[in-house]
């Protein structure tokens, strides 16, 4: 009998642990969204497809340098030098090396380009986000963007308010 008080006695325990833990406050915000939608996020997304369009645009000039010069050894292969032909050849591949090592320059810094404004815009957001919260009295506040949530009622989604907050305060750093 003691047995059995013990066990619905911890049953009662984590039944109410369980139901304090659904009383909590929770909010969620979609970082993507704020991304995509403020005015500094539009920004970020700008200058990082201005920087790939740098990167494909020096790419292209090599990839029609390279093609040039294989349509050059390709016709005129007949009426070339060994030596000039073997030029050729070796300007190809060199031009062929250049592109490879540009193209993996280009990603990298990209990579690194996207980690620094993203961390740099995160940065800026906590705060705010932490301001909401206490405002707002939550407990927590989940990112949609990595959380893998399916459903969420819309009332407790902070977006919208998160990204007037941030255009605001990037205004008033003006």
């Known amino acids: 009998m003691r047995k059995l008080t013990s066990i619905f006695a911890l049953v009662a325990l984590i039944g109410a642990a369980g139901s304090a833990a659904y009383a909590q406050k929770i909010g969620v915000i979609n970082s993507q969204d704020v991304l995509e939608k403020s005015a500094e996020g539009k920004k970020v997304i700008a200058r990082l497809q201005e920087r790939?369009?740098?990167?494909?645009?020096?790419?292209?000039?090599?990839?029609?340098?390279?093609?040039?010069?294989?349509?050059?050894?390709?016709?005129?292969?007949?009426?070339?030098?060994?030596?000039?032909?073997?030029?050729?050849?070796?300007?190809?591949?060199?031009?062929?090396?250049?592109?490879k090592r540009m193209a993996e320059d280009a990603y990298t810094g990209m990579q690194e380009l996207t980690a620094r404004l993203f961390k740099r815009v995160q940065d800026e957001l906590i705060p705010l986000v932490e301001t909401l919260g206490k405002e707002r009295g939550l407990d927590l506040i989940f990112d949609l963007a990595k959380s893998g949530a399916v459903y969420w009622n819309p009332a407790i989604d902070l977006t919208a308010e998160l990204i007037k907050r941030y255009d605001a305060s990037k205004a008033a750093a003006k």
Do not use: G, H, W
């Not at 349509?71 to 060199?94: C, V």
């Open 52 to 99: 790939d369009k740098q990167n494909q645009t020096a790419i292209t000039k090599l990839d029609d340098e390279i093609r040039a010069l294989q349509t050059k050894l390709n016709t005129q292969r007949l009426t070339l030098t060994e030596d000039a032909a073997m030029q050729l050849q070796s300007d190809l591949e060199k031009k062929n090396t250049d592109r």
